[in-house]
């Protein structure tokens, strides 16, 4: 079964632009979880979606929102790009909600912003 | 709300000796454990988990943790280390009982395997 397939791997942006990342879950997921890696806040979670329906949210400015399609797929979006918004950002899925589910992380895609 | 701490940002040690990496937890209501292996340029990779049971787990890669509730611990050991686990290993935790699948994650510990 393929895993979680995160697209760009790679994205320069410049301040004030936005943009759009897009993870797709492994097959029969339908739970996506977006995090974000930086040196130095570490791991932070972004949102959480199932079912098309953002059931969770961490404490990130609404500059990030994201969507679930449904397909299972999501994309999220950054507007009004910061530096501090460079990182990497991992996208994770699994089989339904539930915190006892695992969660399956992909490549990340590792933005810079210049 | 939960929290990780992960004492040792940094970990050396010589192939084939013994490696224990520390987590301890804070948490007002019972969790679940887990700890993460990252390799350089890719995302993460599940070593073993803890939701209830044996408070011995064992996973991947000869891994194994042990859950010390009263300790609130939750540390990582092998008994013999390969050049391969060089990598970063993560302790995360996340609020037991509910439908949320919100992960809170340590800082990471850097573990380095010399030949």
């Known amino acids: 079964k393929a895993g979680v397939t995160q697209t760009p791997r790679y994205l320069i942006k410049t301040r004030g632009q936005q943009v759009t990342l897009s993870c797709s879950p492994i097959?029969?997921?339908?739970?996506v979880s977006w995090y974000q890696q930086t040196p130095g806040q570490g791991l932070q979670f972004l949102f959480e979606?199932?079912?098309?329906?953002?059931?969770n949210k961490g404490n990130f400015p609404g500059r990030f929102s994201g969507r679930q399609f449904s397909n299972s797929r999501s994309e999220m979006n950054v507007s009004t790009l910061e530096l501090g918004d460079s990182a990497l950002y991992l996208c994770?899925?699994?089989?339904?909600?539930?915190?006892?589910?695992?969660?399956?992380f992909g490549p990340g895609t590792r933005l810079t912003v210049l | 709300a939960q929290s990780v701490t992960q004492l040792d940002s940094q970990v050396p040690v010589f192939e084939e000796a013994p490696v224990e990496l520390r987590c301890n937890y804070s948490?007002?209501?019972?969790?679940?454990l887990f700890w993460y292996v990252q390799y350089p340029n890719q995302g993460l990779q599940l070593l073993l988990k803890?939701?209830?049971?044996?408070?011995l787990v064992k996973g991947i890669n000869g891994f194994e943790a042990e859950f010390n509730k009263s300790q609130t611990s939750f540390h990582l050991r092998k008994p013999s280390v390969h050049i391969s686990d060089t990598a970063e290993y993560f302790c995360a935790v996340i609020a037991g009982g509910t439908s949320y699948g919100k992960l809170t994650f340590g800082q990471g510990t850097i573990l380095t395997v010399h030949p």
């Open positions: 097959s029969g997921h339908r739970s």
């Open positions: 979606y199932f079912s098309e329906t953002q059931r």
């Open positions: 994770a899925s699994s089989p339904s909600v539930g915190s006892t589910d695992t969660q399956y």
């Open positions: 948490s007002s209501v019972s969790v679940y």
């Open positions: 803890y939701l209830s049971g044996s408070t």
